[in-house]
């Protein structure tokens, strides 16, 4: 459509208007409606260039909602994945949280109660928090921690050195006091609490140890000396001299096997000499009977407290605190914090939450952290075991002592050759024993005893040869003279020699043993020298025979009514050899009389 401007028509319109008014009427209204319809087309273009500024519009809103709600989107899923983070370290944390905390009924024990049996699991407990704060030295909780828990360890330490030293205040005032009792009841249930003081306070356990230590010395000392001088008393009164085999042959009564006297060379036999019974100034007993009580009674009290040194005073091994997995245990390393495993020490500077600017933290005291990681190591297990034996030998050095002069006066001037015999076959048994109970110093010192009394032994077997050699030869007061040798005699050593085989065997186990079967075999060379030197003296060879015979006959009876005459070896063995002589013998007697 023209633009034709609207004021020129309505002109041109106005000056024809009474000369055509009828003839243009109609293209008036047309043009009206024309101007109606230009203006409402003018009014929709305002329009659509009016909406297509806001579409403009609208468009950029929309593209910058979209950034934020894109935005929105990425802030979300970091939220959310710190959230699982959180969630994943929320029970460790937790558990974290509960054992680096001191309860307050804890603290309260340690601080205002006094030793007993509470103090055990409540120990135990507080060594494992103990153990935590030094585990967990990086987390600042722990080190603000340390010094509440180096206090609590400083007063545990104090309440149970008093403990532990007045659990020894009976041991010291009386002497009726059943220490393995009190051991085992008493100090052994509340090791723990020593273990704690081993671990954590060193210096304490030290102290208690040593007085420990020199408190049981005295009581053993005490007792032994009372107890070994009791027995000195009864070895007094019955003195059994060392006399050789022909010491009074035919004049004196000749000793005989006592089973009784051998069944001292056991363990397991007659009770032990009591103390009380050295009071009794009648009362007498057979050196080896004081000898063997000495023995056991040592062996008993020596292991007894061994065991109880090493049980006691024994370093306890650290158990691997448990390694920290999913489930939340304490000792997770990677679980401090959701930022890289563990917590950053500058996100929390002190002050910072106040608006203050950072302050350094301030610097500790040495605390049980420092203790703990100071202490020192461990010892090896050779190391620990040679000190547990020295301490052992602190407390029974005195004991030992008294032992090794009683046996060493009971041996010196020597016994006869078979009490010696029997207690060297008691000092074996109760080795034996000793090496069953798992006592080594002990055992170290019987088997040194046992060494000391073979060579006496062997000195004592070689009197009797020498003076049985000597008796054979006729030699008396240093002069040799034929014929002085009586059946009597002669048959009163058979007697005697008869009673130290049988003691012998009965005393011996093995079937070979030099020390014993070699003094015995030249004992009886020169008895089967004596009785043949003797019978010569007789000039009727059937009166020899017959002499031979008898004396033979003697030493084949005494052998068999020995308490082992055909279970040992030796024993059927020397049987074999009389009875080879006995029937030689008769065979002369028999030859002798057939030529006649």
């Not at 006094?114 to 030094?134: G, M, Q, S, Y």
């Not at 420990?212 to 001088?229: I, W």
Request: net charge neutral; hydrophobic share 35%.
């Amino acid at each position: 459509m023209p633009n034709i401007d609207q004021s020129d028509v309505s002109d041109n319109l106005g000056a024809s208007g009474s000369g055509a008014g009828r003839t243009e009427q109609p293209s008036q209204l047309r043009a009206r409606d024309f101007v109606e319809l230009h203006d409402q087309v003018q009014t929709s273009v305002n329009l659509l260039d009016s909406l297509e500024n806001f579409l403009s519009t609208f468009q950029k809103d929309l593209s910058a909602v979209s950034g934020q709600i894109a935005n929105l989107q990425d802030r979300s899923k970091d939220i959310d994945n710190r959230l699982k983070s959180r969630r994943r370290i929320e029970k460790p944390l937790s558990n974290l949280l509960v054992d680096l905390c001191i309860p307050p009924a804890l603290a309260t024990l340690i601080l205002d109660t006094r030793v007993d049996d509470n103090w055990i699991p409540a120990i135990t407990e507080f060594e494992r928090r103990l153990d935590t704060l030094k585990v967990r030295v990086r987390v600042k909780a722990a080190r603000d921690l340390s010094e509440v828990a180096e206090g609590l360890r400083i007063v545990a330490a104090t309440k149970l050195r008093t403990f532990f030293l007045a659990l020894l205040e009976p041991v010291k005032s009386s002497m009726t006091t059943n220490l393995q009792v009190i051991q085992s009841t008493v100090w052994m249930k509340y090791r723990p609490l020593y273990i704690f003081l081993q671990r954590h306070a060193s210096n304490v356990a030290h102290e208690i140890q040593r007085a420990y230590a020199a408190t049981v010395r005295t009581y053993y000392e005490t007792g032994f000396r009372r107890y070994l001088r009791g027995l000195g008393w009864i070895k007094a009164r019955t003195v059994e001299k060392a006399e050789n085999i022909t010491s009074g042959a035919g004049e004196s009564p000749d000793p005989e096997v006592d089973p009784v006297r051998l069944s001292y060379a056991r363990v397991d036999g007659p009770g032990v000499v009591m103390a009380y019974m050295g009071d009794d100034k009648n009362h007498k007993e057979p050196l080896e009977a004081l000898v063997r009580s000495a023995l056991l009674v040592l062996m008993d009290n020596a292991t007894a407290e061994y065991s109880f040194i090493s049980a006691f005073f024994a370093h306890e091994p650290r158990t691997n605190m448990p390694s920290k997995d999913s489930n939340g245990s304490v000792m997770s390393p990677p679980l401090l914090s959701p930022t890289n495993g563990e917590f950053e020490e500058t996100r929390s500077n002190p002050g910072s939450d106040f608006g203050g600017e950072s302050v350094a933290p301030r610097r500790r005291l040495t605390s049980i952290t420092s203790v703990m990681s100071t202490g020192a190591q461990e010892p090896s297990a050779k190391e620990e075991q040679a000190a547990l034996n020295a301490l052992w030998k602190q407390v029974m050095d005195p004991v030992l002592d008294y032992c090794q002069t009683f046996i060493q006066n009971a041996i010196d001037p020597p016994p006869p050759v078979v009490p010696l015999l029997t207690i060297i076959r008691l000092t074996e048994d109760v080795v034996a024993e000793v090496q069953r109970r798992n006592c080594g110093p002990l055992e170290t010192y019987i088997f040194t005893l046992r060494l000391k009394m073979w060579p006496v032994f062997q000195k004592l077997m070689g009197e009797h040869i020498d003076a049985l050699k000597k008796f054979a030869e006729g030699a008396t007061s240093g002069y040799f003279r034929r014929g002085t040798t009586t059946d009597a005699a002669v048959s009163s050593i058979c007697r005697r020699y008869v009673g130290v085989f049988n003691s012998f065997v009965a005393l011996t186990d093995q079937a070979e043993e030099t020390m014993i079967f070699s003094n015995l075999l030249r004992l009886r060379q020169e008895l089967s020298k004596l009785i043949v030197t003797h019978t010569d003296k007789l000039t009727d060879p059937v009166a020899k025979a017959r002499a031979l015979s008898k004396f033979y006959e003697q030493l084949l009876q005494g052998i068999s009514n020995g308490p082992r005459p055909t279970s040992h070896p030796k024993a059927q063995s020397e049987l074999a050899y009389w009875r080879e002589r006995d029937e030689e013998a008769r065979r002369r007697i028999a030859s002798t009389h057939g030529r006649r």
